[in-house]
C-alpha cells in the first residue's frame, strides 16, 4: 500500500552518521578510567540512545554505580568525545537520500538529542549533507524543547515540523511525516507524535529485543537494515 508522505525528519547520531560507535568506544573509556570491571553492554545502550545528556547520564550512573553526578560524568565524556567528533561520516545511504528529498523539495527536518555545541562538532566538516535541511534544525538544547521533554516525549518532532511548517500556508500534519529513528527512545517519541516510522535499529538492539521490536513499532512504520533499504516510491516521494 503506498503512503503519501510531505515531509521526512530525521534522528541523526546512528542514523545518519556513524557516532554510536563512537559513543560506545567513549563511554567504555570511561566506564575503563572508573574501573568499573564491565563495559557498555547493549541492554543498557539501548536505553541510552537517542536521549539527552542528562538523563543518558543518569542512567549509566546507575546502572555502573559511578561515583559522580550527571554533570560531571558529561563533562568526562565530552573531553574525551571531542576527539572523536571531527572522524564523523555519513552511513550508507543516508547523504543520498538526504540529497534526492532536497532535489524533489521534500521538506526535511532534523532532531537531534545532541546539544548545540556537540552537533556543531559533528557536522561542521559534513555540511554538505547538513546544509540542504535548511535550518530546519532541533538540537536537544534547543529552546522549543521544554525541560524534560526530550525524546522518547514528541516534543523534538513536533518543533521540527513547526520549523517547517513555518514557511508554509498549508500546513503538514504530523501522520503526514515519516520520522526516521535508530533509537528506541526516538521511535517511542515518533508513535507519540503521530508520524509513520522508518526503525533502522542496530541489530545487536534487536538481540535484546527479542522479537518485541513489531509490537514496539506497531502498523504505523516498518523495520530496515538501512537507509539503502528505504524506497522512496513507497511513500510517493
Not at 536537544?140 to 513555518?166: E, M, Q, T, V, Y
Request: hydrophobic share 40%; aromatic share 8%.
Amino acid at each position: 500500500m503506498t503512503v503519501t508522505i510531505k515531509a521526512c525528519l530525521f534522528d541523526m547520531d546512528g542514523l545518519l552518521l556513524d557516532t554510536e560507535s563512537k559513543y560506545t568506544k567513549v563511554t567504555n573509556d570511561v566506564l575503563a578510567d572508573f574501573k568499573v570491571g564491565r563495559t557498555l553492554t547493549w541492554d543498557v545502550k539501548i536505553k541510552l540512545q537517542g536521549r539527552p545528556g542528562p538523563e543518558a547520564s543518569a542512567i549509566l550512573i546507575k546502572e555502573y554505580n559511578l561515583p559522580v553526578t550527571p554533570e560531571e560524568l558529561m563533562e568526562i565524556c565530552f573531553k574525551k568525545q571531542e576527539e572523536e567528533w571531527p572522524q564523523s561520516k555519513f552511513l550508507p545511504g543516508a547523504l543520498e537520500l538526504i540529497n534526492y528529498l532536497h532535489s524533489k523539495k521534500i521538506p526535511i527536518a532534523l532532531g537531534t538529542s545532541s546539544h548545540s555545541l556537540n552537533f556543531k562538532k559533528k557536522t561542521d566538516h559534513l555540511q554538505e549533507g547538513f546544509k540542504l535541511f535548511d535550518g530546519h534544525i532541533v538540537t536537544g538544547d534547543d529552546s522549543r524543547i521544554p525541560p524534560g521533554r526530550g525524546k522518547p516525549h514528541p516534543d523534538i518532532w513536533a518543533a521540527c515540523l513547526a520549523s517547517i511548517n513555518n514557511d508554509r500556508q498549508d500546513k503538514i500534519l504530523p501522520h503526514e511525516c515519516i520520522v526516521f529513528e535508530d533509537g528506541l527512545p526516538g521511535v517511542e517519541a515518533g508513535k507519540a507524535f503521530g508520524a509513520h516510522l522508518v526503525w533502522i535499529p542496530d541489530e545487536n538492539a534487536l538481540k535484546v529485543l527479542e522479537g518485541k521490536e513489531n509490537e514496539i513499532i506497531g502498523t504505523n512504520g516498518v523495520i530496515l537494515k538501512s537507509l539503502l533499504d528505504f524506497k522512496v516510491k513507497d511513500y510517493g516521494l
